[in-house]
Nanobody, 116 residues
């Protein structure tokens, strides 16, 4: 069973940077698209950033200009670079991907806490 493995979460001060990484547990697994979602306590899960198979990207309004999503097709991994973070960015961040057969996969989530 393939799963996504996330890393890079933690505690950061407002205005700082953090980089989240996501990788498939099997190197032979090919990802079609990749995205990052987040869920804060008491709130619905929301899309943070998405990168399509042609590397087209789009971002949630609240992170546009601060966060960058990218992927490495050679090793089926991706990352989310978070700059100028704010306390409202505090949430559990989830990696999401679609296989070539459009089957969805989720990571286990990684906690990001931004202190003011």
């Amino acid at each position: 069973q393939v799963h996504l493995v996330e890393s890079g979460g933690g505690l950061v001060q407002a205005g700082g940077s953090l980089r989240l990484s996501c990788a498939a547990s099997e190197s032979t697994f090919v990802l079609s698209t990749m995205a990052w979602y987040r869920q804060a306590p008491g709130k619905q899960r929301e899309l943070v950033a998405h990168i399509a198979s042609d590397d087209t990207t789009n971002y949630g309004a609240s992170v546009k200009g601060r966060f960058t999503i990218a992927r490495n097709k050679s090793n089926n991994s991706g990352y989310l670079q978070m700059n100028n973070v704010k306390p409202e960015d505090t949430a559990v961040y989830y990696c999401h991907a679609l296989s070539l057969a459009l089957r969805p996969y989720w990571g286990q989530g990684t906690q990001v806490t931004v202190s003011s």
